[in-house]
């Protein structure tokens, strides 16, 4: 089997406007769609990132992979090292993090190499990646501050305002009740901490059985992560990237007994390192977009469990195929310790055939067909790529769209 073409299709999916600490969500968030064509008639797919940096990566990338073995993701690695040697990353300026274009690509074109794979063998993707320890893997509700979403001409709301402590438990009945999710995570940093820590604490009365965390994405200063952490302790099961930098981490973790999770600081394998060295961090958020593929998420359990740290599952917003994607590395990763984040509850379109799959008590089966077990909805592409070309939206930036809503926005990390 040589690959013969790869065709990367962007498509915008209509998003409304959840917050977080450096601004909120445009009114569509961008993927790519990857079709992996192969000499045999299989096509492989994967789906990443859609913002400009990513896609211009892909488009260098794809001229290189021509009778590529999809078998062989060393030749892969190898061909995009040579393409995208000095890249550099993939995210906005203003985002807290970034991802190398190289690993990125690698990701998503690994996707496609394993759903060949798992094509060809008729075998699904969780097997190549050393067999399930799960058939079911569970989510946490996603909790967002939210505005009401102002231009509703590419697609609607969901909710309307969601911006003080009662407003999001209200959010958190809806998504329990829609979807059954037993954990729940607040992206936090967006009110004041005095807020959020109410915001938490009401959380609580609502839902006395649920682990709850909270995400306020660096915007703390280690004393004020010290005093929530204060007020919360024995509400949380883990706090999640409470201050910036490695530097404020390990600062924070030498304080205190809460567990702390991160996809901010630890995101390249020899950060993973450094944060067990100086205990920075007690979980890292993996995720098949960036870990160099799902088999990198593999190795980050791995090295994970080595180092004495815990594994959960980061997301952004994403469709089905990403969705399938998450799902084969988690049943794969048997120190996955937590529920799995995920943003699909919060979208409404899916590129999928049989379009979006329902949770039942917060959780979705593994796919059990060849492959990543889905298939593209070619219609759905079509459209959501027509989306992409009248939305004239080209890259993510959550600090410019801020400015809609409030428009004497700065941008601060740490604001508290
Ligand atoms: O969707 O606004 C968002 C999130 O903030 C997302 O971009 C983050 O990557 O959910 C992510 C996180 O856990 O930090
Ligand atoms: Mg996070």
Redesign the pocket.
Known sequence: MRVTNVRVTPVAVPDVP?A?TKGV?QSVFLRSVIEMETDIGLVGLGETYGAARTLAALRRAVPRLDGLDPWNLRDLRRRLEAVLPDAGGVNAPTALADHKAVDVVYSALEMACLDLQGKQIGRPVHDLLGGAVRDRVSFGGYL?FKFAKQDLTLGPDILGEVMTPDALVDEARWMVADHGFRSLKL?GGVLEPDLEIETMLKLREAFPDHPLRI?P?GAWTVPTALRVIDRLSGVLEYL??PCRGMDAMAELSAQTDMPLAT??VVVEFEEVIEAARRDAVQIV?SDPHYWRGPTGCIHLGEICRASGMKVAM????HLGVSLAAMLHVAAATPNLNYDC?T?YPWTTRDIVVGGQRAFEGGALSVPSGPGLGVELDHDAVADLHALYNRAMVADRD?TNEMLKYLPDFVRKVPRW
């Open positions: 959840l977080n969500h967002f992206k995400d994405m999640e990237d996809n901010l958020l980061h997301s952004n917003s984040d943003h959550d």
